[in-house]
Antibody
């Protein structure tokens, strides 16, 4: 069965860095685009970034462009999010999510349980 | 960045009633519109992609329609498990964006 397990969430000070990981299993990871989506406590969903199945295409939300970097290791079936220059407003639960159709970008059918990032001084 | 608005913010209905949720985009997203359901403490669940295609395992009471800038999610007859928050997401242009959500609660 498909599993996505995020890790790396922590409490960090503004301006610091953090790297999130998402370990995938139960499907052919290298065939699917992958996303990071976040949700601040009590708020709605906020799309963060996407990476294509082969890692060649990456897109970011305006709010994180230049600060966050999405990457993947298809040999390790792992997705990453490098977060630099963190701000208080980046505080959220971060979900990784897979596309529902191989080599397409139509919707996210499986999501991890989320990892909490808290940015506070 | 394409902005999505959802209406109403809250929809109070009873089981068995029909729910009609709206999502409007600030510019055309063609048919690249997705709907998710989220319950408290849970990750979102994919319901509909490309405006009208039900995801695997989604009951037929959920349907989507629309094109361009105006989209609708319809739940034909609410079941108790359908009371949740519903989000639309556009995939017409990157960056992708979500709407603010519609809370369907029990009257």
């Amino acid at each position: 069965q498909v599993q996505l397990v995020e890790s790396g969430g922590d409490v960090v000070q503004p301006g610091r860095s953090l790297r999130l990981s998402c370990a995938a299993s139960g499907f052919t990871f290298s065939n699917y685009g992958m996303h990071w989506v976040r949700q601040a406590p009590g708020k709605g969903l906020d799309w963060v970034a996407v990476i294509s199945y082969d890692g060649k295409l990456k897109y970011y939300a305006d709010s994180v462009k230049g600060r966050f970097t999405i990457s993947r290791d298809n040999f390790k079936s792992t997705l990453y999010l490098q977060m630099d220059s963190l701000r208080v407003e980046d505080t959220a639960v971060y979900y990784c999510a897979k596309e529902n159709i191989p080599r397409a970008a139509t919707g996210n059918d499986y999501w991890g349980q989320g990892t909490l990032v808290t940015v506070s001084s | 960045e394409i902005m999505l608005t959802q209406s109403p913010a809250t929809l109070s209905l009873s089981p068995g009633e029909r729910a009609t949720l709206s999502c409007r985009a600030s510019q055309s997203v063609s048919n690249r519109l997705v709907w998710y359901q989220q319950k408290p403490g849970q990750a979102p669940r994919l319901l509909i992609y490309d405006t009208s295609n039900r995801a695997t395992g989604i009951p037929a009471r959920f349907s989507g329609s629309g094109s361009g800038t105006d989209f609708t999610l319809t739940i034909s007859s609410l079941e108790p498990e359908d009371f949740a928050v519903y989000y639309c997401q556009q995939r017409g242009n990157w960056p992708s964006t979500f709407g603010p959500g519609t809370n369907v609660d029990m009257k």
